[in-house]
């Protein structure tokens, strides 16, 4: 009963470390986009050439030149950095060469569609190794275990395209349960919900399967690991059920490392749905992102890196909340 | 236990927002209500950045959304189609005149005039604009509309092909007034006068269009298409298998596999397209007439066709396709090598082999590096046919896969796996590959090849508006460059697509290089129909 209350004194240091966070995630995202910049000065890439694509080879130089010189790109490198911060805080993320529209909308349009692939694949991902990897740790050394344990090692090193043709192949092609890529049925005129969700069950679980090993194992080996604690064995001397020592005691203690875990993962599963996308057809942010490497598109670039980079010290700031949230001995007020 | 669940409940409200957030962003649903049966499904890799003829899409017709003043038959020769008939060309060839059709609607319903042509020439003129066809209009001096119903192109000098330069789609003047034309919203949802209007673009996904029921041509035979953007070749394969698509542009390999398959068929459509080794004047070795002469005699371009593109390929002996009135039949070698005779002509310029079976001529090995873009696998394939071709008649070649920024300041030493070409006109490509006026110039002509034999030919057939005075001036223009070998001619590349057997009305004609939603086989879709 005393569980909330204690929840919010464990949470009273919040607002000061989100504040301090805050002060520390402006630096770090500007590191990040004069570093986009720099790489971006660096690369040998013409975006004028790139823009032509296959008329690159039959456009004269002063025709280039010319589009180079409406775009600023041969402008001097802090020239160009300031420009775009002044539009940044203007809320112009500036216009992308290589999609011909605005930065915002190229965002607006397919950020929401990457995501939910990964929010969605990250929440089955969590429920699925939790369960599985308590149940293995539960009866180690049991069939279950072992099954398990060799499936997560073979998945772990399958590419994550391999498994996503593969189950086309079988659940698109010879079964013909679910479409094999696509964000709706090809003549749909709309986005009907439940169109999208049967065409988003097959990445969103390619995705989770690819990422799950990691995750399974590491749950197994912290729930088996705690049930070797005290405490547990303690309520397993007071003679309390089975499935209340697992879940109620060695669960709780193996959760904890599991939330870092989930922390310092993201990125990965961000990188998974990029390919993910790829085999789908999905018009997700993945491949315009590799389009904009490629084409030297960098406001483009520069803003897709600074939306990963506000995502995962988003995720990291969460980590942590929750941690303190979960674990009485971490204290966010000191 | 509330602790404990709360990683659960965490993700779960996780999920919820990111669910709310995607429902927010849904691509714009269309309106139209046809009737699904008669709406085409076609699937291909490439996707237009914009919509716009100005800023590129769908320059040389075939655009489905727009139509030129003039259009391609199946044969790729021009017929009239905004213009009234094909526009009539002054004596001395620096006036053209276009008497427009009357009666054609934009999509929006408005009427087409002479200001909207001015306007899209304009467009495609100002420096402001970025748009890569200026190179294509150098002698455009300006357009005018004398009348509502006339647009007067002034040329700066002659020049024989420029009606080909007129199958540009016509862009509605109205639409951009007061707007940039690089950022203007009508890039993503364009207004025509083709065949199809826009219902909706998702890009990375589909176009979807619908029949303009007024189109000047006559009804569309089906009620719409869809052109679906999937850029990987082996998902595209997979989604045709499970028949999604009623015709999709395949890799030749991928589309073999279903040519045992019931109910569907392929087509390999001829192309213009070329791939051929760049020798440049300024190396030494490359440089050596002989050694031109010999490594063409040495490419096995049967061999290339068969092994390398799958049988979707024909060899190639110059820059003119076979498929075009203009074609030269004289330059046409032997599709196998000819060791003997590529020895012989070593022989006899004083290249010897040396101890190691490499030919050496006073005191240089015959050896060059031939470099090709690294991602290009196809390019990689012929330059290692090439470059074992070459060892069979003892020379050295190193193919280097680069980058194009590591490739182009190389360029005027080092051999390069090059493509290029056009079914239109021989003028189009070959006058700035081959003229001395463009050497070392970016990628006209970086070899530096020199003939005043062959620059006097492509001028002659820029000036004469006379076709046999054309046609014999394009005929030497062949002849030269086979004697002189600026380039060794490998093949021609052909476009494999998978058909439903249910799809009829279907008529390839001969490709350029950029084929997706214009230009492909689906060039006339809009006579298409499909059994249900």
């Known amino acids: ?43 040998p890439i013409d975006p004028a050439q790139q823009y032509a694509g296959a008329a690159a080879f039959t ?39 290589s999609r011909h529209e605005p930065v915002t909308s190229v965002l607006a349009a397919r950020a929401g569609w990457t995501l939910l692939l990964v929010g969605t694949a990250l929440a089955l991902v969590l429920v699925a190794s939790v369960l599985l990897g308590t149940l293995a740790a539960y009866r180690r050394g049991g069939w279950f275990d072992r099954a398990l344990r060799s499936v997560a090692y073979a998945v772990q090193s399958m590419p994550v395209f391999w498994i996503g ?28 919900p439940f169109d999208v969700a049967r065409h988003l069950v097959l990445p969103v679980t390619v995705l989770a399967i690819s990422q799950a090993p990691w995750f399974v194992l590491f749950v197994r080996d912290a729930v088996a690991e705690s049930l070797r604690d005290d405490h547990v064995l303690a309520a397993r001397a007071r003679g309390l059920p089975g499935r209340v020592v697992l879940f109620g005691h060695a669960l709780r203690t193996a959760l904890l490392p599991f939330l870092t875990l989930v922390g310092t993962h993201l990125p990965e599963l961000v990188g998974g749905a990029v390919l993910v996308e790829t085999v789908f057809s999905l018009p997700g942010l993945g491949a315009v992102t590799v389009e904009a490497a490629l084409g030297a598109d960098f406001p483009l670039l520069a803003a897709t890196t600074l939306a990963t980079t506000v995502v995962v010290l988003t995720a990291n700031l969460l980590t942590d909340l929750a941690y303190a949230a979960a674990d009485p001995r971490v204290r966010l007020d000191d | 236990m509330a602790i404990r669940i709360k990683p659960v409940r965490v993700a779960a409200v996780l999920a919820a927002a990111l669910l709310a957030a995607a429902g927010c962003s849904s691509p714009t649903a269309s309106t139209s209500g046809t009737d699904n049966a008669a709406t085409l499904v076609v699937a291909t ?131 951009f007034a007061g707007q940039d034309v690089n950022k203007a919203a009508f890039n993503r949802k364009p207004v025509g006068t083709g065949p199809y209007r826009v219902t909706s673009w998702t890009p990375g996904d589909r176009l979807v269009l619908a029949a303009n029921e007024k189109y000047w041509g006559g009804e569309p035979a089906n009620s719409g298409v869809v052109v679906a953007f999937v850029a990987d070749d082996n998902v595209r394969a997979q989604r045709m298998r499970a028949g999604e698509f009623d015709a999709a542009e395949l890799a030749p390999k991928l589309a073999s596999g279903f040519e045992s398959r019931n109910g569907y068929r392929v087509h390999k459509v001829p192309t213009a397209d070329y791939r051929g080794v760049m020798l440049p004047m300024g190396n030494p070795v490359t440089g050596d007439l002989a050694i031109r002469t010999a490594l063409n005699a040495a490419v096995d371009r049967q061999a290339m066709v068969t092994g390398v593109l799958g049988g979707a390929g024909e060899p190639a002996f110059g820059p003119v396709p076979p498929t075009s009135p203009y074609a030269d039949p004289s330059v046409a070698g032997e599709p196998a090598a000819d060791t003997a005779a590529a020895t012989a002509v070593l022989d006899a310029a004083g290249w010897k082999p040396g101890p190691d079976g490499i030919r050496v001529k006073d005191g240089r090995p015959a050896a060059f590096t031939l470099m090709y873009p ?22 050295t070649v190193t193919p280097e896969g680069l980058t194009w920024d590591a490739i182009t300041p190389r360029m005027k030493n080092d051999a390069l796996i090059m493509g290029y070409g056009t079914p239109y006109d021989p003028d189009f490509v070959s006058y700035k590959l081959f003229s001395s006026a463009f050497a070392g110039q970016g990628f006209f002509n970086p070899g530096s090849y020199r003939s005043a034999v062959t620059d006097a030919a492509l001028q002659k057939g820029r000036d004469s508006a006379d076709p046999a005075a054309r046609k014999a001036a394009y005929a030497t223009f062949q002849q030269q460059l086979a004697a002189d070998v600026p380039w060794v001619f490998l093949t021609y590349l052909q476009h494999t697509y998978v058909l439903k057997d249910t799809v009829t009305g279907v008529t390839p004609r001969v490709e350029p290089h950029e084929h997706d939603v214009a230009n492909s086989v689906w060039w006339n879709v809009h006579t298409w129909t499909k059994k249900s």
């Not at chain 1, 569980?3 to 770090?28: D, E």
């Not at chain 2, 690294?374 to 003892?394: I, P, Q, Y």
């Open chain 1, 1 to 43: 009963m005393t569980a909330p209350a204690t929840g919010r004194r464990r949470l009273a240091g919040a607002g000061a470390v989100v504040r301090r966070r805050l002060l520390v995630a402006v630096p770090v995202l500007a590191a990040t986009s004069m570093g986009m910049f720099a790489l971006g000065a660096a690369s």
């Open chain 1, 165 to 192: 043709l593969a189950a086309i192949a079988v659940f698109a092609l010879s079964l013909g349960w679910l479409p094999a890529g696509g964000l709706t049925d090809i003549t749909a005129t709309g986005t009907d």
């Open chain 2, 374 to 395: 690294a991602t290009d696998s196809l390019r990689k394939e012929l330059a290692l046919a090439v470059t074992a071709d070459a060892k069979k008649v003892g020379i």
């Open chain 2, 45 to 175: 890799a490439g996707e237009p950045d914009t919509l716009n003829p100005v800023l590129n899409y769908g320059v040389d017709g075939a655009s489905l959304i727009f139509d030129g003043l003039v259009a391609r038959d199946v044969r790729n020769e021009l017929v009239p189609a905004l213009a009234r008939e094909l526009p009539t060309v002054s004596a001395d060839g620096k006036t053209v005149t276009a008497r427009l059709r009357e009666g054609v609607l934009f999509h929006d319903g408005s009427p087409l005039t002479a200001p909207d042509v001015v306007f899209t020439y304009q467009a495609v003129l100002d420096p402001a604009v970025d748009s890569t066809l200026r190179s294509d209009l150098d002698m455009l001096a300006s357009v005018t509309a004398p009348d509502p119903a006339t647009v007067v192109f002034t040329l700066k000098y002659a020049y024989a092909p420029f009606l080909q330069r007129l199958a540009l789609g016509i862009v509605p003047a109205k639409a």
């Open chain 1, 59 to 97: 456009t004269s130089e002063e025709n280039l030149a010319q589009i180079r010189a409406n775009w600023g790109v041969d402008d001097p490198l802090p020239v160009q950095y300031a420009r775009w911060i002044g539009n940044l805080l203007r809320g112009d993320l500036g216009w992308s060469t």
